[in-house]
């Protein structure tokens, strides 16, 4: 497969989550997003294309890396690794501009008050938030990074297997004997 057929076959089975995508329909699928947010990236002074462009192949890459995974012979739920991490990721985030606002608000009217006991103990609260909440963001994204890696970087590279190499994701290729 060329890497035109791969895009069109990529809109074509937009929301067809069944079936098979072999290695080229999913790196050129793959390279196609790449060329795109590099585009978006250079025009994003003028229109937010990346945006754009994440919302309208969200579903037929997730479609196509679905599909290459069942050619692989493994599971979409490989896809689910990341999920564990978006909840502390969440929380870091908020503890971190949390204190941002802390520091802002509560050290700066300690500050134009006069109470400058005030002003270091919201200080040293949202120094120890920013940290917090830093270092929290940092291990989730690592954690997803490192998920992200396992499946795009391992199981979509694999070869194709069939149902006799024992893909049991895939149909046998002679149906009256599915047992060969």
Do not use: C, H
């Not at 390279?31 to 919302?55: D, K, R, T």
């Amino acid at each position: 497969m060329g890497f035109i057929n791969a895009i069109k076959s990529g809109f074509r089975n937009y929301f067809k989550f069944a079936g098979v995508a072999n290695r080229p329909e999913y790196w050129y699928w793959f390279l196609f997003n790449l060329l795109l947010a590099g585009i978006g990236y250079l025009l994003s002074e003028w229109v937010q294309l990346w945006a754009f462009q994440v919302l309208v192949l969200f579903i037929p890459t997730l479609s196509v890396t679905v599909r290459r995974l069942r050619d692989a012979g493994y599971s979409w739920a490989w896809l689910l690794l990341k999920v564990p991490a978006i909840i502390p990721f969440l929380i870091g985030m908020v503890v971190y501009y949390g204190a941002i606002f802390r520091l802002g608000l509560g050290a700066g009217f300690s500050i134009l008050a006069g109470d400058a006991d005030q002003a270091n103990t919201q200080l040293n609260l949202a120094r120890n938030e920013l940290v917090a909440g830093f270092w929290t963001m940092i291990f989730s994204m690592l954690y997803m990074a490192g998920s992200f890696l396992l499946v795009w970087g391992f199981f979509t590279t694999r070869k194709s297997k069939s149902f006799e190499e024992g893909n049991k994701r895939v149909p046998p290729k002679n149906p009256e004997n599915p047992s060969v």
